[in-house]
């Protein structure tokens, strides 16, 4: 969801009006709650509900009504979520030759998401090609989030909870969407992504004892919790603190504002990190870099560990590499 804000302030610009997003999952519309490009979010929490169980969804059917001659740029490509999306279009009349679908080109091999987003859904279809004109160069090719001073001020009251006092601070990002089940915690050997707590426990000494000073955040969701409080449990330093039951999105943004840097599996907040100018270490698993590399708009560092040729799974790379790579992060550019 992070990956379209490039093109949508690219449609911004090629229309001269913001878009009306509608996406799933609970982050589509804290992460665009402050974006120019973006005026209104709707979203639905799950992909495959059907239409008559899920109100959100006849809310989308009703925008899409409201603006059926309009654009409609569709990046989806999963079939089955497509097919939803094409019954959608339909019910609410909105005809083929106003829809562009990120799957009517082919995808292009170790293309990355943005520039592909860019490629085949960045152009006006042909029924709406009148009321396009093209951005001039250069197209931001970097996802940018915004906060507000509110935002900034929620993160400020949090720290001061927590007893922050303007010391360096570094976030941790052990799990990803993957790493919990309904039942507890994925087996490691079933995701690729998963980096054993016994590494992450390693980097957090390395850490305090490069800047016994500085303060530890271990980012999460609350589902993630028990998993972040037995690392945290276990690797027994000051300073640290598990914010995975007290992280909403939004106060995430403003820590990774403020953060030194950050160490994350290839997840979400990863790319959060980046679009705030935060400098980032990511591991990868079985995905390639060349498709998922976060990208930073103010172009801090972004150094990437793992993925192929080398690496199938993230639990591969030696915590030492990891300690070794957050030591040698740049300081983080002046946004």
């Not at 019910?91 to 080109?105: K, P, S, W």
């Not at 160490?263 to 979400?268: E, K, L, M, Q």
């Amino acid at each position: 969801m992070l990956l379209l804000a490039p093109l949508l302030h690219h449609l911004h610009r090629g229309y001269g009006e913001p878009c009306v997003l509608l996406g799933t999952g609970p982050f589509s519309a804290p992460l665009y709650a402050a974006d120019p490009d973006v005026t209104c979010v709707l979203q639905v929490s799950a992909r495959h509900r059907p239409l008559a169980l899920s109100p959100p969804r006849w809310w989308m059917l009703r925008a899409l009504h409201a603006h059926r001659n309009a654009a409609v740029h569709i990046a989806e490509t999963e079939p089955r979520a497509l097919a939803k999306i094409r019954r959608m279009l339909a019910l609410a009349g909105v005809r083929a030759d106003h829809c562009v679908f990120i799957t009517d080109a082919t995808a292009k091999r170790d293309e990355h998401w943005v520039d592909r987003l860019l490629r085949t859904c960045g152009h006006p279809p042909p029924a709406c090609a009148s009321a396009w004109r093209p951005p001039e160069p250069p197209i931001e090719r970097a996802p940018r989030l915004y906060l507000t001073g509110a935002d900034r001020a929620d993160c400020a009251r949090w720290l001061r909870r927590h007893d922050w006092r303007g010391e360096p601070l570094w976030l941790l990002q052990p799990a990803n969407k993957r790493s919990m089940r309904w039942n507890g915690p994925r087996a490691a050997s079933d995701d690729d992504k998963a980096w054993p707590a016994g590494h992450w426990i390693a980097v957090l000494h390395a850490l305090h004892a490069d800047d016994p000073g500085a303060r530890i955040v271990l980012c999460g969701t609350p589902p993630e919790a028990p998993l972040l409080e037995a690392i945290a449990a276990q690797a027994r330093i000051p300073n640290l603190v598990v914010g995975a039951r007290e992280l909403p999105l939004r106060r995430l943004l403003a820590l990774c504002e403020i953060a030194r840097g950050m160490a994350s599996v290839d997840t979400g907040p990863a790319h959060v990190a980046a679009a705030m100018g935060c400098p980032l270490v990511v591991l990868y698993g079985a995905q390639p870099r060349t498709l998922w590399l976060p990208r930073s708009p103010t172009g801090s560092a972004v150094i990437a560990l793992g993925g192929p040729p080398r690496y199938a799974r993230a639990a591969d790379i030696p915590p030492d590499v990891v300690s070794a790579a957050l030591h040698g992060l740049p300081a983080r550019n002046a946004q």
